[in-house]
Nanobody, 121 residues
């Protein structure tokens, strides 16, 4: 089992910056997990991928956040981060940390409970 706990969400002004953290615990280190990611869900909308970092270190970003957000991880601390810069009102959402892996030939997903980011003037 893998447990994910997000933190860092708060109210921030337009154009501001924020760093979200995801603490990972359980019977596996994040260095062994196939992919770690951040997703977000705005009120009344579906949950969308924001950024993903795979085991090799390669990253992928949603078009809406490219050049503004950076995903990173600290394998030693079992932490995943999302640095968010130049925040816009449309970035307002609950942000979820995700771990995706393959166990016994089956894909497994783990989710945190989310942290709320509100961008406002």
């Amino acid at each position: 089992q893998v447990q994910l706990v997000e933190s860092g969400g708060t109210l921030v002004q337009i154009g501001g910056s924020l760093r979200l953290s995801c603490a990972v615990s359980g019977n596996i280190g994040i260095a062994s997990i196939a992919a770690m990611g951040w997703y977000r869900q705005a009120e009344g909308k579906q949950r969308d991928m924001v950024a993903v970092i795979v085991k090799s270190g390669s990253t992928n970003y949603a078009e809406a956040v490219k050049g503004r957000f950076t995903i990173s991880r600290d394998n030693a601390k079992n932490m995943v981060y999302l640095q968010m810069n130049s925040l816009k009102p449309e970035d307002t959402a609950v942000y979820y940390c995700n771990a995706w892996d393959v166990r016994d030939s089956s894909a497994v997903d783990y989710w945190g409970k989310g942290t709320l980011v509100t961008v406002s003037s």
